[in-house]
């Protein structure tokens, strides 16, 4: 089942200190609802489970979001990424839908420390959701994004991933709709977070800058790109992966690496620029869901790139 939240559409997000009934957000004109799942690797929003099921009653789609506790620590941060996807799952809220990382100074979470070693940091954490079949999000403030964190790089691999905090009235002050007049000027915003009081509901409200979609059905087999081969044939690897021999045109959506090998860990050869077209010769999926492009290339040699993770393609297959 495929949903899609409509570019300009309403939303809230919701933690312990909201009701566990959504029903007063929904009526009131929110068309989707971030909950709370986690903090850190020790707490779980006892909400949650009810949040999840109203917003699921109301007919509007739930997502998730996890408050990032390892400050610029990658390991502490795939163990969070972990914690934070059996937290969703436990809550109802599946794969295929949004779970975002929720970096912002406080309750433990330190963002005064090196630019680049927080980026890598949030980066582990998405690699780790992302690999467990979730969307991406990162949310902060617009300050902190702009001077803490490497969005650039950010973006490069997921395009269009941040929502991002900025109250044109300030705090408190109620405010019924997004005035784009004053806008965060910032490049790959999802969801703009405008008030900490929508509507007067004491509720965050947000707004959708891009459309997002959702497909739940991320357990059934995934479409792959159209077979133009006429003799199609499978083979595995020394690492185990089985590999669909078909030839194609993948056009990049965003930054991606091509390496040397069908893993994160080859060498790389380049990073190819968004709107790049890599005609390929066949493809497999990582235990990771990543699906790798073989690129044949002069003498023999052969470049990979990963062209989709679970269900979100990373460009357009032709």
Known sequence: MTRTIENRAYGVDVSSFNNANTTEYTNAGADFVLVKVSEGLDYRNPKAKAQVDSAKQNNV????????RFSGNSNVAVQEGNYAV???KQVGIEPGSYLACDYEQGS??????????NTTAILAFLNTIVSAGYKPLLYSG????????????????YPNCLWVAA????????????????????????????????????VDGNIAVKSLSFDFNVSKPVSQPANTSTHSKTWTDVQGMTW????????????????WGANTQSTLIATLPAGSEVKYNAWARDKAGRVWLQQPRTNGHDGYLVGRVATEAWGTFK
């Open 61 to 68: 789609v739930p997502m998730a979001y996890h408050y990032a």
């Open 86 to 88: 059996s937290s969703a």
């Open 108 to 117: 433990g979470n330190e963002t005064g420390g090196n630019r680049e070693e």
């Open 142 to 157: 617009a300050e902190l994004m702009k001077n803490k964190v490497n969005t650039a790089k950010i973006l490069a691999k």
């Open 167 to 202: 109250y044109p009235l300030g705090n408190g002050k109620i405010a019924n709709d997004a005035n784009f007049g004053y806008f965060p000027s910032m490049d790959g915003v999802a969801i703009w977070q405008f008030t900490d009081n929508w509507k007067g509901l004491s």
């Open 244 to 259: 669909h021999e078909e030839h194609g045109t993948f056009i990049t959506g965003g930054a991606i690496n091509l390496r």
